[in-house]
């Protein structure tokens, strides 16, 4: 049981190159969410999905677009980067009526 | 607006010994969920424990357990007989449901190091 999978792992981007981290859960969850850590800031989120085929924006949405593709993925594409978007980016996912979210491993992302 | 502060930005405690991390939270719900999530180096998020804001009694898991004071808006973690394992970022969260969805809030994290 992998649980929830993020690639990639690790990405260098120059400013203005495009990129989308992928998400996949195998727990069946409904609800799929993107946060980023940022030091001292603690974990924001980005945007979320409460079932397949709907979005919402979180706290940080701006610079970002998601796609819920099915049940299992939730993508985060970055359009045109730029270094405030250097981050630790996490994928999780939560099964309805179950209050606990499970994380993926995160993907550093660093622009310059 | 619903905050979650975490005061302490690093702390270090000995091994074997015990400490406590502070959490305070403002919300003007009444019925939520509180979390202390934590964050070894390796960087995976692993849930440590959980308490409902209708309980009165406080929740333990193992060598963790929290001290709760609703009334304070107060959720610290207790950590007994700290072990070099615990080394990690600790962060506590809430839940609020919004839009009959659930939203939660992440406070900034507190480093623990547990020296050998």
């Known amino acids: 049981n992998a649980g929830v999978t993020q690639t990639p792992k690790f990405q260098v981007l120059k400013t203005g190159q495009s990129m989308t981290l992928q998400c996949a859960q195998d727990?069946?969850?409904?609800?799929m969410y993107w946060y980023r850590q940022d030091p001292g800031m603690g974990l924001r989120l980005i945007y979320y999905?409460?079932?397949?085929?709907?979005?919402d924006k979180g706290e940080v949405p701006n610079g970002y677009n998601v796609s819920r593709l099915n049940k299992r993925e939730f993508s985060l594409r970055l359009e045109s980067a730029a270094p405030s978007q250097t981050s630790v980016y996490f994928c999780?996912?939560?099964?309805?009526?179950?209050?606990?979210?499970?994380f993926g491993p995160g993907t550093r992302l660093t622009v310059t | 607006a619903q905050t979650v502060t975490q005061s302490q930005p690093e702390m270090s405690v000995q091994e074997a010994e015990t400490v406590t991390l502070s959490c305070t939270y403002d919300?003007?719900?009444?019925?939520?969920?509180l979390f202390w999530y934590k964050q070894p180096p390796s960087r995976q998020m692993i849930l440590v424990i959980r308490?409902?804001?209708?309980?009165?009694q406080n929740a333990t898991e193992n060598r963790f357990s929290v001290n709760f004071q609703k009334a304070a808006k107060s959720f610290s973690l207790k950590i007994s007989d700290s072990q070099l394992g615990d080394t990690a970022m600790y962060f506590c969260?809430?839940?609020?449901?919004?839009?009959?969805?659930?939203?939660?809030?992440f406070g900034t994290g507190t480093r623990l190091k547990v020296l050998a």
């Open positions: 969260a809430f839940i609020l449901t919004v839009s009959g969805t659930y939203k939660y809030i």
């Open positions: 999780a996912s939560r099964r309805t009526g179950s209050y606990e979210q499970y």
């Open positions: 999905s409460a079932s397949e085929g709907t979005t």
């Open positions: 727990m069946n969850h409904n609800s």
């Open positions: 919300t003007s719900e009444s019925n939520y969920y």
């Open positions: 308490q409902e804001a209708y309980k009165q």
